[in-house]
T-cell receptor, first 112, second 115 residues
Framework: QKEVEQDPGPLSVPEGAIVSLNCTYS??????FMWYRQYSRKGPELLMY????GNKEDGRFTAQVDKSSKYISLFIRDSQPSDSATYLC????????????FGKGITLSVRP | NAGVMQNPRHLVRRRGQEARLRCSPM?????VYWYRQLPEEGLKFMVY????????ESGMPKERFSAEFPKEGPSILRIQQVVRGDSAAYFC?????????????FGSGTRLTVV
């Protein structure tokens, strides 16, 4: 079993839709959870991070962590064509020298 | 305030040649991380370095791969005797400390193609 599993894609939605992206993980030591966005031929860009369980909101983006279920989600409200990118979840354990373990990524396409 | 700078952006090498990938961290950052992204795969950790020290190389292949971060100059990821399977995007990230559990800044990557 992989440490981090991410829903396979690709995902195509119409503009304005609510998007839900999800990851599950198996390592109980993970405490820090991040979402990165990667445009084609670019480096990953940190979108959001959360510590332990709970929700965090930033504009149209909401990150949710459920440590009891080992499940994290990223919600995008009012999706825009500019949101079209690959989204990667990442996580790390305390004292792990900030080493990140990534999901495979899911490619999102928002149709105008 | 430049971000993490990687060069070259694209690198083509024949099988058996050496590849040298360079990473200049953000100003004030002394911690560097290298990740590899294979086609259709997520990023995989390779190595974590501080100036003049390798802190964690648990993700580095045992042979042909090495990394350094000298006192002066960029961090270098070196791949000797490249093979087709080394073709990937290599990303570098930097942080001001080694306790950056809230993510760090990545460069735009070097895309290595082995022919």
């Amino acid at each position: 079993q992989k440490e981090v599993e991410q829903d396979p894609g690709p995902l195509s939605v119409p503009e304005g839709a609510i998007v839900s992206l999800n990851c599950t993980y198996s390592n109980s030591a993970f405490q820090y959870f991040m979402w990165y966005r990667q445009y084609s031929r670019k480096g990953p860009e940190l979108l959001m991070y959360t510590y332990s369980s709970g929700n965090k909101e930033d504009g149209r983006f909401t990150a949710q962590v459920d440590k009891s279920s080992k499940y994290i989600s990223l919600f995008i409200r009012d999706s825009q064509p500019s949101d079209s990118a690959t989204y990667l979840c990442a996580m790390s354990a305390a004292g792990a020298n900030s080493k990140l373990t990534f999901g495979k990524g899911i490619t999102l396409s928002v149709r105008p | 305030n430049a971000g993490v700078m990687q060069n070259p952006r694209h690198l083509v090498r024949r099988r058996g040649q050496e590849a040298r990938l360079r990473c200049s961290p953000m100003k004030g950052h002394s911690h560097v991380y290298w990740y590899r992204q294979l086609p259709e795969e997520g990023l995989k950790f390779m190595v974590y370095l501080q100036k003049e020290n390798i802190i964690d190389e648990s993700g580095m292949p045992k042979e042909r791969f090495s990394a350094e971060f000298p006192k002066e100059g960029p961090s270098i990821l070196r791949i000797q005797q490249v093979v087709r399977g080394d073709s990937a995007a290599y990303f570098c990230a930097s942080s001001p400390s080694g306790d950056t559990n809230y993510g760090y800044t990545f460069g735009s990557g070097t895309r290595l193609t082995v022919v």
